[in-house]
């Protein structure tokens, strides 16, 4: 069984907007409160938990002048509690990303827990905790298993979406003697060793000139007024419209992949060096590597077939893919293509790939 994330959008009525705002704004004084609260015992030299908070909020809802907490389903709230103590946990382990404050202008999200919610799969109706109404949601694609929990947002653009986890059995694909090598670069989004390119579709080129217009008309409005508003809007559908395409694109191409070849191997990823560098920063996060490696990963794992990522240190570009030997010289981004002695000419990428999937089956016979 795996457990499988749909996503949907949906588009509440008046009263359920209301409900809905209401109960994003309770996730945030939950979550806030405690944060706060945490924070100013840690000064004091106390270190406080998920079960102090939920304390807290058990007396502020006693309290005549929380009485709003009330209004909204509480599993969110405990749940907001929960994504604290998590974010903590994660924090004190790696040392990076101390739980940061909620902020109402930015994207706004509730968990419910399966009994905070009644689904029906005969009539396909979906109904929240104090809600009247199913949720009118547009099913993109359907899903067979039950929901076991589920995630309610509004993003910066006032879009609302629900993502549902689902426990469900996914067949294994038929076996194929097909491999390939990925070189996920700069210049394409992806070579493979087969010679196919998946290229990148430079969203963020495409959507420049409409995102650079609307940030022009922002600069010149009244901060805070109604115009400013409106632009901020027209400002984060764009970045939505980025973001969707980036993500249907990604997903088309690792599908294709897990498809059609048995084992595919992929460099792993240095994304913290190369950020690092500057001029590059960009373009990662155009080719967005680390969700294209999680996506294979994780649609391997489903679907019965293998990744192997190879070194982060293995000379995949400056290999010759013939004979073996390394080049000579200076090495530069800039070299896009480049002979070796051997007489054998190779376009950088092209040749990476193919370096790597031969390195990626070694790896994996070692
Ligand atoms: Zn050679």
């Known amino acids: 069984m795996k457990t499988i994330a749909y996503q949907y959008r949906f588009y509440p009525n008046k009263e359920q907007v209301i409900l809905l705002a209401q109960t994003f704004g309770c996730v945030r004084f939950a979550y806030n409160s405690a944060l706060a609260f945490s924070k100013e015992q840690y000064e004091l030299g106390n270190k406080t938990n998920y079960n102090d908070w939920s304390k807290n909020l058990t007396l502020l809802k006693k309290n005549p002048d929380y009485a709003w907490l009330k209004d909204v389903s509480s599993v969110p709230l405990q749940q907001a509690l929960k994504h604290l103590d998590k974010g903590f946990k994660s924090f004190f382990k790696s040392g990076f990303g101390y739980p940061k404050f909620k902020n109402k202008h930015a994207r706004q999200s509730a968990h419910y827990m399966s009994n905070a919610f009644k689904w029906d799969a005969g009539t396909k109706s979906l109904t929240l905790a104090k809600m009247k109404q199913p949720l009118k949601i547009k099913w993109s694609r359907s899903f067979t298993g039950t929901p076991s929990s589920l995630s309610i947002s509004r993003n910066k653009a006032g879009h609302y979406f629900v993502s549902i986890l689902v426990k469900e059995e996914v067949e294994s694909l038929p076996f194929t003697s097909k491999t390939i090598g990925v070189d996920v670069g700069v210049s394409n989004l992806a070579v493979c060793s087969d010679g196919k390119i998946f290229n990148n579709p430079r969203i963020t080129k495409k959507y420049a000139k409409k995102l650079a217009k609307a940030q022009r008309q922002l600069a010149k409005k009244k901060k805070g007024s109604n115009n400013f508003k409106k632009k901020k809007r027209v400002i984060a559908k764009v970045h939505q419209k980025i973001a969707n395409a980036r993500k249907d694109f990604t997903h088309k191409m690792t599908k294709t992949l897990i498809n059609e070849n048995q084992v595919i191997s992929v460099e792993s990823l240095r994304v913290k060096n190369m950020v690092k560098n500057r001029k590059l920063a960009k373009h990662i996060h155009d080719a967005n590597f680390g969700e294209i490696l999680r996506q294979l990963e994780y649609k391997a794992a ?25 080049y000579e010289g200076k090495w530069s981004l800039a070299i896009r293509n480049w002979s070796c002695a051997c007489g054998a000419s190779h376009d950088r990428d092209q040749n990476a790939a193919i370096n790597i999937h031969k390195e990626g089956l070694i790896d994996m016979l070692a």
């Open 302 to 326: 489903w679907y019965g077939r293998k990744v192997s990522a190879i070194s982060q240190w293995f000379p995949s570009s400056k290999l010759c893919s013939c004979c073996g030997t390394m």
